[in-house]
């Protein structure tokens, strides 16, 4: 089963907002999709998961 297009336009405009690049959302709705197709063992869910998080830049705020 394929995930609702609701959903990966909503991941796609998060993650554009967030500035991130978008590959980011194609990560996530592919891992999402494996996942529901449920054809990913566990350590290759972690080893997605490890690449998304690789992808995602990471901005520093300073708190004043």
């Known amino acids: 089963m394929s995930i609702e297009h609701e959903i990966k336009k909503a991941i796609e405009d998060s993650v554009e907002e967030m500035g991130q690049d978008d590959s980011v ?4 709705i592919a891992w999402l999709e494996a996942i529901n197709k449920n054809t990913l063992s566990d350590s290759d869910k972690a080893q997605r998961l490890e690449l998304i998080y690789e992808s995602i830049k990471v901005q520093n705020y300073d708190e004043d």
């Open 25 to 28: 959302s194609r990560q996530i």
